[in-house]
């Protein structure tokens, strides 16, 4: 069974970067995967940052960025602020019609 | 503006069936693929259906089994997800998504904010 994995937290200090990855228990991520990125904070709905790998979505900041790094898909958030705080989910094009998302990141920034 | 806004969530008891609604507008409707995804509570996000831009092709995630039925009607910018045979673990918030582009491997970067689903007796 594909399995797909994220990171199940990370801590980033204001101003850092961070790097969250993506990745399958049984294969490679490639651009063949299309990797999307979300972020969500509780009881809001999931803003979409990044679609087709490093496509940013509307109104996005450029301090997002997507790409492939070695096997896995990867979002890096560059000077990280306090309103970054946030679930991070990445999802991914399993073929067929068929999409998955990954498990979530929570991201803290302190 | 571009929105998606989805209505018709409620509480259905075990075994009940409900259909949901997503009212698009701002953009071409018809030039999309649509998904639904679902959030259980305190859970993460779930994908659940896609429906090409013009309706001609459909995929489910496993989990549906046969039980969810998703549907557009172009004329009137409108997705729909009939759902039936419901259970406890089908109790979620229900998103749906455009995909950017006809067809539905891009992802999705417009999304709604979403109806709850009660499956309660």
């Known amino acids: 069974q594909t399995v797909v994995t994220q990171e199940p937290s990370f801590s980033v200090s204001p101003g850092g970067t961070v790097t969250l990855t993506c990745g399958l228990n049984?294969?490679?991520?490639?651009?063949?995967?299309?990797p999307s990125w979300y972020q969500q904070t509780p009881g809001q709905a999931p803003r979409p940052l990044i679609y087709?790998?490093?496509t940013r979505c509307s109104g996005v900041p450029d301090r997002f960025s997507g790409s492939i790094l070695g096997n896995k898909a990867a979002l890096t958030i560059t000077g990280a602020q306090a309103d970054d705080e946030s679930d991070y989910y990445c999802?991914?094009?399993?073929?067929?019609?068929?999409?998955?998302f990954g498990p979530g990141t929570k991201v803290t920034v302190l | 503006q571009l929105q998606l806004v989805e209505s018709g969530g409620g509480v259905v008891q075990p075994g009940g069936s409900l259909r949901l609604s997503c009212a698009a507008s701002?953009?071409?409707?018809?030039?999309?693929?649509i998904h639904w995804v679902r959030q259980a509570p305190g859970k993460g996000l779930e994908w659940v259906a896609v429906?090409?831009?013009?309706?001609?092709?459909?995929f489910y995630a496993d989990f549906v089994g046969g039980r969810f039925t998703i549907s557009r009607d172009n004329s009137r910018n409108t997705l729909y997800l009939q759902m039936s045979s419901l259970g406890a673990v089908d109790t979620a918030v229900y998103y749906c998504?455009?995909?950017?582009?006809?067809?539905?491997?891009?992802?999705?970067?417009?999304w709604g904010r979403g109806t709850t689903v009660t499956v309660s007796s």
């Open positions: 999802g991914l094009y399993m073929g067929r019609g068929i999409s998955v």
């Open positions: 087709n790998t490093r």
């Open positions: 998504a455009r995909c950017p582009g006809g067809t539905s491997h891009l992802g999705m970067d417009v």
């Open positions: 049984s294969a490679s991520v490639s651009t063949d995967y299309f």
């Open positions: 701002g953009f071409t409707f018809t030039n999309y693929a």
């Open positions: 429906i090409s831009y013009d309706g001609s092709k459909k």
